[in-house]
């Protein structure tokens, strides 16, 4: 069977072509409100994360897990960070090389699958930031590992994280059928057509065991956390939180 993260990042790709919100670069006049002061990223869908979360980022060395598409780590470099960012789409890489190059920054781009071990030495970052994407993973506590090694001490993990609740339907207008958790297509067959007809890749549902306690086994202190919606359709009208976002500390 072709590799699930493989499956993914082609189908990320296919989103990019046909406009996914999560793959359109920020604009010139975006990255130069940045270079103003005039700037907010996001974890989740739709709520800006606290600025007391990052601390001072001129110089510090940034890690964008997963998190390509031109989107934040302009805004890293805006700020004077030194920026790394790391992902398996394509697409997403070519969206970072467009606005590095177009504003003139430097930033590493490395093409790669955080589902294996990060290639990067032990205490090489400051701070990670690691949008909604461990749902595309089928473990996640192996990530919080590799995130808390490559982290120097005093090291500041943000993470969004997918609480499940957007698998608990079929269709999230069709209250009639509640799904087997975990969501697992690799384990569920009937779970994996589900996801095949709707060109949704291969995606995961995780506890909160597995995710916030998952960081707290890796050795991390959890300082921060709120909740998100979806942004739009049935749970966001109903005010039902879909996403967290975690801020962590690798103590010194």
């Not at 739709?46 to 060395?61: D, H, N, S």
């Not at 690691?130 to 192996?142: A, D, G, I, M, T």
């Not at 994996?192 to 709707?198: G, S, V």
């Amino acid at each position: 069977m072709e590799n699930y993260a493989d499956i993914n990042a082609a189908t990320i790709d296919r989103w990019i072509e046909e406009g996914w919100e999560w793959g359109i670069p920020i604009s010139h006049e975006e990255y130069e409100r940045a270079l103003q002061g005039d700037w907010q990223m996001v974890l989740t869908p739709t709520k800006p994360v606290p600025k007391a979360w990052y601390g001072e980022l001129k110089g510090k060395r940034v890690l964008g897990l997963a998190s390509g598409g031109g989107q934040q780590m302009p805004v890293f470099a805006a700020l004077g960070a030194v920026c790394t960012v790391f992902d398996y789409s394509e697409r997403q890489l070519e969206s970072e090389r467009l606005v590095a190059a177009r504003e003139g920054y430097d930033i590493r781009i490395i093409r790669g699958d955080m589902t294996k071990p990060l290639p990067f030495e032990d205490g090489e970052f400051d701070l990670i930031f690691h949008p909604v994407s461990n749902c595309y993973v089928q473990e996640v506590k192996p990530i919080f590992r590799e995130c808390f090694r490559v982290l120097a001490p005093g090291g500041i993990l943000l993470s969004g994280l997918d609480n499940g609740i957007n698998f608990l339907f079929a269709n999230e207008d069709c209250r009639e059928e509640l799904s087997m958790f975990p969501f697992d297509p690799l384990k569920n067959p009937e779970q994996r057509a589900q996801l095949e007809a709707d060109d949704d890749g291969m995606q995961f549902s995780h506890t909160m065991e597995e995710q916030i306690g998952g960081q707290l086994e890796a050795g991390f202190r959890l300082t921060h956390l709120y909740e998100d919606t979806n942004g739009a359709g049935t749970f966001h009208e109903h005010h039902i939180p879909c996403y967290l976002a975690t801020r962590a500390i690798k103590e010194k």
